[in-house]
């Protein structure tokens, strides 16, 4: 990007005198891919300012969803669900959504793990299905069930390793480290949709026993106990799972379905049909929010709400004069 806009005599110009930065704008995953190049590259970024809207910095239960039963709010339905489910299963970036928040997942067998980054906390159902794939796929030619079963268990493991690994280092993760302060990164976070915001995990004989339960999914943000108003979220990421650690929470921003204009009729149906998640982008507010923060002042008819908990006179978003939503 840096070189091709230096070919545009503005910016020729411009940074004749000043280092070449540019801004970014992540959705979903892509907050966590711009978190991660900062963690690694430091202040050799060449980033003035950044946005995240969805991100799940600490995870969100549809992953382990997904890889379970091969439905969910993190892909369409267009493939059948046992598909679905071993694409999702081999799928290395998924492990890197599960969620990692206080209570996201519940047991009451004392043997479960209470984090989902050990492999006896999964049904054998993945292990057997990663079996399968090095049995049709693998280069170690003819080979027993009993090594192909061995063989797909330190996959697992290895695949959850790595998701960890890069889950703590993001965790540890200081906008320092890359010469940003707090006000150069606009955290936007979708709420008041219902959202898988715990899972519990049962005993079935030996083994786990995911409960996919409606009960799980939850709105209660217009509660007004903080504790049970973060149990809502954008309809995929839990408000819990969409906090970064690297923010103060006053300068989270929270934005809800109901911020779609008058206008915006077609969005408005298409958040219903397919979460209010995915259609965050097209939101005319972000865009607003967007740009506003990238110029540094509040453009007219731009507005958010703090984070639960947050009272309006403590909030501190990285937008000057910006509104409280209603």
Not at 222 to 248: H, I, M, N, S
């Amino acid at each position: 990007v840096i070189a091709r806009s230096r070919l545009i005599k503005h910016y020729a110009r411009q940074w004749e005198d000043e280092p070449a930065r540019v801004n970014l704008v992540g959705h979903s995953m892509g907050g966590l891919i711009i978190a991660g190049y900062l963690e690694r590259v430091g202040r050799k970024a060449p980033i003035d300012k950044v946005v995240s809207l969805g991100t799940p910095f600490q995870g969100s239960l549809e992953a382990p969803v997904k890889i379970v039963t091969g439905t969910g709010s993190l892909g369409g339905p267009q493939e059948p669900a046992s598909r679905e489910r071993e694409a999702a299963r081999l799928t290395p970036a998924l492990y890197h959504l599960l969620p990692s928040y206080r209570n996201a997942i519940r047991t009451s067998a004392d043997d479960i793990p209470g984090n989902l980054y050990e492999v006896d906390a999964w049904q054998p159902g993945v292990i057997e299905t990663l079996a399968e794939f090095i049995r049709l796929h693998g280069l170690k030619g003819r080979s027993s069930q009993r090594d192909r079963k061995r063989w797909a268990r330190d996959l697992l493991a290895d695949l959850l390793q790595t998701a960890r690994t890069h889950r703590r280092r993001l965790n540890r993760f200081r906008l320092e480290q890359a010469g940003l302060s707090e006000d150069r990164w606009l955290c936007l976070i979708g709420v008041d949709a219902k959202t898988r915001v715990q899972m519990h995990v049962e005993r079935s004989g030996k083994d786990p026993l995911f409960k996919i339960q409606s009960r799980d999914r939850m709105n209660l943000w217009a509660e007004k106990d903080p504790l049970k108003q973060r149990l809502t979220g954008d309809g995929t990421v839990p408000y819990r799972g969409a906090e970064p650690k690297f923010l103060d929470r006053r300068k989270l921003v929270c934005l809800r379905p109901d911020d779609f204009g008058y206008w915006e009729v077609r969005d408005r149906a298409l958040t219903s049909a397919s979460g209010f998640h995915g259609m965050l982008p097209n939101l005319n507010l972000a865009h607003r929010l967007i740009v506003s923060h990238f110029m540094g002042y509040a453009r007219k008819g731009t507005w958010g709400r703090p984070a639960p908990g947050i009272a309006v006179e403590d909030w501190r978003p990285p937008i000057e004069g910006l509104s409280i939503g209603d």
